[in-house]
């Protein structure tokens, strides 16, 4: 079967010579009054939202949040296998395969903090896992060495110096932590 010719390439290179010769024979006013008018006709060009790779070319223009597909609504479904919180559409069983996996609390954090976080207003509106912070936010870091006759916490474990004795500040702070998991952590 021969290959299908495409009639329309003589044209192009044609129309881009053409448009080729044009441009390099302008003003730059005339230049310029060109550039400001296509940028006229790109801004008030109709936008239409495509969800297919939207999330590599945002566009301001575009009001996501009116969009079906992308407003997903309150996580409010809990899992009754885990209690996690999902959303309306979500599928069952992603969170825990539908009670055949459990997690264990993360318990080994704590033993590692440096600081406590603060703020001057933290909001928790109703069953939300998360929380709001309005005005200021800072860390609360203590001394770096211990008041007299009490025993190092947070930060000051870091300036003990005895790594046998850092490990057994950690434990002694949270009953279920492992030691040999605080030790090799």
């Known amino acids: 079967m021969p290959p299908t010719r495409r009639t329309n390439l003589g044209r192009s290179t044609r129309n881009t010579a053409s448009q080729r010769n044009i441009r390099a024979n302008q003003t730059d006013e005339q230049r310029e009054a060109r550039n400001e008018l296509q ?17 590599f070319s945002y566009n301001v223009a575009i009001d996501y949040s009116s969009e079906k597909i992308v407003a997903i609504g309150l996580m409010n479904i809990v899992c009754p296998h885990c209690n996690a919180l999902k959303f309306k559409n979500e599928a069952p069983g992603l969170c825990c395969a ?7 609390p993360l318990q080994y954090n704590n033993c590692f903090q440096m600081t406590s976080f603060g703020a001057t207003k933290v909001i928790r509106d109703n069953f939300i896992p998360t929380f709001k912070i309005q005005g200021q936010i800072y860390h609360r870091t203590g001394s770096l ?13 870091y300036f003990m110096g005895n790594s046998a004795r850092e490990v057994d500040q950690r434990c002694a702070h949270n009953n279920s932590v492992k030691r040999s998991i605080v030790e090799q952590l």
């Open 39 to 55: 940028r006229n006709r790109n801004q008030h060009r109709n936008v239409v939202f495509n969800p297919h790779r939207a999330a």
């Open 98 to 104: 539908s009670g055949r996996v459990k997690l264990t």
């Open 145 to 157: 060495l211990p008041v007299p006759d009490e025993d190092y916490k947070f930060l000051q474990i």
